[in-house]
């Protein structure tokens, strides 16, 4: 994994309900194989990751239902907007989501996809989806949390 984040001016899409859905137990930073017109839209900043997950099929890691829009000064050679995109992870780390997605009922989430140094990568979580009851203890710590901090602040 790299040591440097992503800062926001290369994010390019980002997926905000994955923290609240998910409780994310693990990340992963891939790299995207992806075709001209996808690196050219992507780089417009038109992508969503809201409905996308991560599968391993065939021992190797794919991006699904991901809506990457046609780019606008294609040709007839542009790419299919929700077509599967191929992950890039080494091979320890591919091993170990397959695992973890097989056997431990874990759900491939993907967070956000930005540009490091010129590559599109995707930082996605292995996680396990909240029902409504863990969401709201969740939102009950994090309000505590917060009035403590503020309190303390305060005194």
């Known amino acids: 994994m790299s040591k440097k984040k992503p800062t926001d001016a290369n994010v390019v899409a980002n997926n905000r309900r994955a ?3 998910y409780e994310i137990t693990e990340e992963f930073e891939a790299g995207i194989q992806l075709q001209g017109t996808e690196v050219k839209s992507l780089r ?14 065939d021992g190797e890691a794919w991006l699904m239902n991901a809506n990457i829009p046609e780019y606008a000064f294609g040709n007839r ?7 599967p995109r191929k992950l890039l992870l080494k091979r320890a780390e591919l091993e170990r989501i397959a695992r973890k997605l097989e056997a431990e ?23 396990r989806g909240r029902k409504h009851y863990d ?5 009950r710590t994090k309000q505590d949390r917060r009035e403590i901090r503020q309190a303390m602040r305060d005194y």
């Not at 050679?77 to 077509?83: A, Q, S």
């Open 105 to 127: 009922g874990f759900t491939g989430v993907p967070m956000r996809i930005y540009f490091l140094r010129g590559w599109a990568k995707l930082r996605f979580g292995l996680g």
């Open 77 to 83: 050679e542009n790419h299919e907007p929700k077509r």
């Open 135 to 139: 969401k709201r203890q969740n939102e």
């Open 44 to 57: 417009e900043g038109r992508a969503t990751i809201n409905e996308a997950y991560v599968t391993v099929k």
């Open 19 to 21: 923290g609240h859905d």
